[in-house]
């Protein structure tokens, strides 16, 4: 029998609009495999409701209709029903405390959930994912912060012009109005106090490369992490550009005992390693996160690293932080709380150890929006149905009242299992701990 999907209505906050599936690709799953899908009905998704039904779903109030639900972000404790397959980003697998209960009650409702992020090839690269979207809403949303946070300072530069994320309506016109500013950086420059504007960025993946591809409309110029002390101290400022920098992990970390960087060494036993990356510090503007951590790594930057900075410089080059991997007291220490599109930063002071919502005043202003694809729902809805559309087929036809060998899943599927009827699947055992 053919499992019924349900495309759920997101509700983690006012700003998630986006979608797992498009219009488009309903009309196809549901004319080349049969299957029944539902759409909970919702005021806030960016397709509308009659372009779903004219692909051949069905409106529902609620997720009770469905085999399979299909979301993105978490669903609220109190609304998961019984012996229902879950497929969403959980963000479980760090043990993340907020959604332990989330995890407990997918247990104890004896049902399935399938992460997103645990859909992997052999090879162990993601298949699903908003990667680049992330990196791109999170370029855009800090270059309007800092625009705006210099303009309450009295400085005044063309990034006052430039809006939000979900301002603009795709990613393009965002990159058109971004290289409009640069070009007037080209022939007007930055002001001298700020000048030179460096942004580095820590990680090259997926995310980082969103980040690149909204910064590479500005007049860019790459320089390697070494470089940046004397760029800022002894070379001659060029204000008619902006200077970026990537940090691998051989900049980011060094072993304890001094011996040379491996790589696949400081995946394998992080705990030998030490962050020697606040060095860097001094010499960045903008800083952007976008690199992969969890507990077992150092932290990249620490309260007390950010303190000494302003004891040794008493006005920093540091302006402001885009955490877009959004990990809590996580690589970035002063990351105490994620926010949202409706307030994305706020302002960290590192001599008081404290935080002020709100961007305008002294500090370092800190993006710590968890949901950045959200601000761009229409190309990052998009660009996701085409990757999950794929992977539908085996959810409908999968047997999931036969043990999980004999379900029949694509195997990519079939490693983010991480709860079968009601019970953590191998790979997933060490969330007890956790959930307990």
Request: glycine fraction near 6%.
């Amino acid at each position: 029998m053919m499992n019924s999907i349900l495309i759920r209505a997101e509700d983690k906050n006012i700003w998630e609009r986006r979608a797992p599936l498009t219009p488009e690709d309903v009309k196809e799953i549901i004319t080349k495999s049969g299957a029944v899908v539902y759409l909970q009905n919702s005021d806030k998704r960016f397709f509308a409701a009659s372009d779903y039904t004219a692909a051949g779903a069905r409106v529902c109030e609620d997720m009770q209709p469905g085999d399979i639900i299909l979301g993105i972000k978490e669903i609220p404790v109190e609304k998961l029903l019984n012996h229902k397959v879950y497929v969403l980003f959980s963000h479980t697998i760090k043990g993340q405390p907020a959604n332990m209960p989330l995890l407990k009650r997918i247990i104890d409702s004896h049902s399935t959930l399938i992460d997103y992020e645990r859909v992997i090839d052999a090879q162990k690269r993601r298949l699903i994912y908003f990667g680049n979207y992330a990196g791109d809403a999170g370029a855009i949303d800090i270059l309007w912060l800092m625009g705006q946070y210099w303009q309450q300072k009295g400085i005044n530069t063309p990034f006052n012009q430039y809006k939000q994320a979900l301002n603009y309506q795709s990613v393009e016109e965002a990159r058109r109005h971004l290289r409009e500013i640069g070009a007037r950086i080209k022939s007007e420059g930055l002001p001298d106090e700020i000048s030179p504007v460096v942004i580095g960025i820590l990680g090259y993946g997926n995310v980082s490369e969103g980040a690149q591809q909204i910064l590479g409309s500005l007049p860019m110029e790459r320089i390697n992490p070494q470089r940046l002390k004397s760029l800022v101290e002894s070379e001659p400022v060029d204000r008619h550009k902006v200077y970026l920098t990537i940090f691998k992990e051989e900049h980011l970390v060094k072993h304890k005992l001094d011996m040379p960087f491996q790589l696949q060494d400081y995946y394998q036993h992080p705990e030998n390693y030490v962050s020697q990356f606040e060095q860097y510090l001094p010499y960045i503007t903008i800083l952007v996160n976008a690199i992969f951590w969890d507990s077992r790594y150092p932290r990249f930057v620490t309260w007390d690293g950010l303190k000494k900075l302003y004891q040794d410089h008493p006005r920093p080059k540091l302006c402001g932080i885009a955490d877009i991997t959004c990990d809590v007291e996580g690589s970035i220490e002063c990351n105490v709380k994620t926010t949202d599109p409706g307030r994305p930063a706020y302002l960290c002071d590192p001599r008081t150890q404290t935080v002020t919502d709100g961007h305008q005043g002294d500090g370092i202003v800190l993006l710590a929006v968890d949901n950045l694809p959200a601000e761009l729902a229409r190309d990052a809805s998009l660009f996701f149905s085409k990757q999950l559309k794929p992977f539908v087929p085996s959810l409908v036809n999968a047997d999931f009242t036969a043990p999980l060998v004999e379900a029949h899943l694509a195997p990519e599927l079939q490693r983010a299992v991480i709860v079968y009827q009601g019970r953590l699947t191998p790979d997933y055992e060490y969330l007890k701990q956790y959930i307990s």
